[in-house]
């Protein structure tokens, strides 16, 4: 309860008080202090007479009407008269209240509401020492297991020369300019809190460890510097030996790669870095976010894997690059570890982030992170792993599940200007959705000998930009036995440069390598702008039964209504791959100077605005199982044919010579009807009758 004091506060009694009375009325007692009520605030005040004195404690003042309470400091309750004195005078209880200098000397140990002030004495030598008054165990040894604060004073280095051990109960504040030195082979175990800002905290060649009780621990406690000139490679592996690191925007340049351990969570400050500003980021050693941004890149000439692969690791806010020309050491991880979660990270320049041919690893989780000009992403056998909302730009090599990979979903990406953007082999049971994969100079996504994918929702544009060798010119490649694969509900848009120049990208929507009755699904897929050349392209015709396909639209494909025109080669590749009847919407008048019966049983043409279908040369499309709103002549009309129907034919084009059968006969019709000149429908005769 604080005390009060005024100056010159004297009054003399208003009346007579007893022994027993708590209340004095003064003559005139403004005065005196008015303490705060519900007892929080007091003041001491002195009675005095001929022949005696009382100290009273005064808890409230009401005008000249005081609230005390009698006897204090062992002084007797007694009589006093109107016209004796009460003043407010300093006494041995209120002086007792105050801190004394050398109470707070910094090298004195002393304790203050549970705060336990360690000696920033320099005669102490070590720190370690319990023995020592005032030494940082000695004040540890004396609070045992209770809770505490222990203080260090600023401005001196307090050398530990023995183990010392902080308890999960006790948190250590650090003012700037504390420091503790470890010496070698001496351990400072921090099972406490550190409190204290991004400063130096730590020196000497010893180990500092503990769980930090669970807190997030500074590089800049053992030195980093985060300038981009210094090299902070020592400092940021022993930050690194804690569980968790928390790191404040600035260059932190290493020399060598940094040892991660199982289970270590590191956060940044990372901008809204979407982009890349290729004038002033790339292969710069300074980027011109660097001041905004927590950056982890090696020093000039000096390349390697930034991290030691480690499982369970997490990282989030943070920017790895290399800053100037890559050589294939410069990586994320040398060896890739599972379970490792990445979020909100920026990768540039870097040869590569988890790879390795033969590497197994799983449950990577990385989500809206950047990677920029990276050569190859992550490679490997991977599981159960999970990749959300990144952007890959212009890297050698997004994603490439290698064998035996399995149940990785890759959902709501964007792929642009890589050379691959995923690749799969001899993977199953993994999901592509709702990703943009865009301008991939190879293909956008490829498949061998993979089963089981699910690749639904995305958006393929303008990918195959090789647009000249198999495998580098269309958005999808199937190549070897490719196994119930289900590529459903996408858009397939052709394109060209950025510039808005004529789209020149791809020649296919999917080219098939695969050997025959490798049976895959293509359904409900928007392929009117898919591509520049044929939709379908199987170049060693030996991928029959490929693709269980619904519905293929064609349109500004193969020259429509040129005399080179080459829509039945398009529907010739359709029908070798096809597992099923396929529908072939077409949008344009066509014309054939060529013609090649297709493979039976396979191509239904329905037209879009009654298209015209134009045969200039001989031969019969006797294989089409059907042609729907289109205006076309004899040679896109069906074989011979024996039907039946209750009249003559009045749509369709009919072959002469074709019979159909009445289907509901009765006493003086027809038995049939027969077709004795060809066309839409063509000219029926009856022929017997029923007696």
């Not at 300074?286 to 941004?293: C, I, L, R």
Request: with cysteine.
């Amino acid at each position: 309860m604080p005390a009060l004091f005024s100056n010159n506060a004297v009054a003399r009694l208003a009346q007579n008080i007893t022994p027993w009375d708590t209340t004095i009325r003064l003559e005139d007692g403004l005065n005196f202090p008015q303490p705060a009520a519900a007892g929080k605030e007091h003041f001491q005040a002195t009675l005095t007479a001929a022949n005696a004195v009382e100290i009273v404690r005064v808890t409230a003042r009401e005008g000249n009407t005081l609230t005390v309470v009698r006897g204090q400091e062992g002084s007797e309750a007694g009589a006093f008269s109107q016209g004796d004195g009460l003043e407010l005078r300093l006494t041995a209880d209120s002086l007792s209240r105050f801190i004394q200098t050398e109470a707070v000397d910094a090298a004195s140990t002393s304790v203050f509401k549970n705060m336990h002030f360690v000696a920033a004495d320099p005669f102490i030598t070590d720190h370690g020492d319990p023995s020592v008054p005032g030494s940082l165990a000695h004040v540890l040894a004396g609070i045992g297991s209770a809770r505490a604060h222990v203080e260090l004073p600023a401005g001196h280095t307090y050398l530990v020369c023995r183990d010392v051990h902080i308890p999960p109960t006790v948190t250590v504040n650090a003012r700037h300019g504390a420091v503790v030195k470890v010496l070698n082979d001496k351990t400072v175990t921090m099972d406490g809190v550190l409190s204290a800002g991004p400063y130096r905290i730590f020196d000497g060649d010893g180990t500092v460890g503990g769980t930090f009780a669970g807190q997030s621990v500074f590089p800049q406690w053992w030195g980093a510097v985060a300038d981009g000139a210094t090299d902070d490679t020592l400092a940021l592996n022993r930050a690194l030996a804690c569980p968790r690191v928390r790191l404040p925007a600035g260059t932190y340049l290493i020399s060598s790669t940094l040892q991660l351990n199982k289970g270590t969570s590191l956060k940044g400050e990372a901008p809204d870095c979407g982009y890349m500003d290729w004038d002033n980021d790339h292969q710069k050693a300074t980027p011109s976010y660097a001041d905004k941004a927590t950056i982890i890149q090696y020093r000039e000439n000096e390349h390697g894997p930034i991290f030691s692969g480690a499982d369970n690791c997490s990282f989030r806010d943070m920017v790895f690059r290399c800053g100037q020309n890559r050589i294939t050491t410069d990586g994320f991880f040398n060896t890739p570890g599972s379970h490792i979660h990445l979020d909100n990270c920026k990768f540039e320049n870097l040869d590569h982030i988890m790879s390795g041919s033969n590497a197994s690893y799983g449950g990577i989780k990385a989500a809206n992170c950047r990677f920029f000009t990276c050569g190859w992403g992550f490679v490997g056998c991977l599981t159960d792993c999970v990749f959300t909302a990144n952007t890959f730009t212009s890297c050698a090599k997004g994603l490439e599940f290698g064998e035996g990979s399995g149940f990785n979903i890759v959902q709501g990406n964007r792929f642009e200007w890589c050379d691959e953007a995923i690749f799969i082999y001899r993977g199953r049971s993994n999901t592509i959705s709702n990703n943009i994969i865009d301008a991939a100079n190879h293909c956008g996504l490829k498949l061998q000998e993979a089963s089981s994918t699910a690749i639904t929702g995305n958006v393929f544009w303008r990918n195959g930009r090789k647009a000249a060798d198999e495998e580098t010119r269309s958005h999808i490649v199937l190549k070897g036995d490719c196994l119930s694969n289900r590529i459903v509900a996408n858009v397939f848009l052709k394109g060209g440069p950025d510039d808005g120049s004529e789209a020149a990208w791809p020649q296919h929507i999917i080219e098939v390598l695969s050997g025959a009755n490798a049976t895959n699904t293509f359904m409900g897929n928007d392929t009117v702008s898919g591509c520049v050349s044929m939709p379908f392209n199987a170049p060693y015709w030996n991928s029959t039964d490929s693709l269980l396909i619904d519905a293929v639209h064609i349109r500004g494909l193969g020259a429509p209504g040129m005399s080179n025109d080459n829509l039945m080669e398009i529907l010739k590749r359709i029908a070798h791959v096809a597992a099923a009847p396929v529908e072939v919407v077409i949008y344009e008048n066509r014309k054939f100077t060529a013609y090649t019966d297709l493979r039976p049983g396979r191509i239904r043409i329905r037209g879009v605005g009654n298209p015209t279908l134009e045969d200039t040369a001989s031969g019969r499309a006797h294989s089409l199982l059907g042609v729907e709103n289109a205006t076309y002549g004899q040679a896109f009309g069906p074989p011979v044919q024996l039907a039946t129907s209750p009249a003559p034919p009045s749509a369709g084009y009919w072959q002469k010579g074709s019979v159909v059968w009445n289907s509901a006969p009765e006493s003086g019709q027809s038995v049939g009807w027969v077709c004795v000149e060809a066309g839409p429908p063509g000219n029926w005769k009856s022929f017997g009758t029923i007696s």
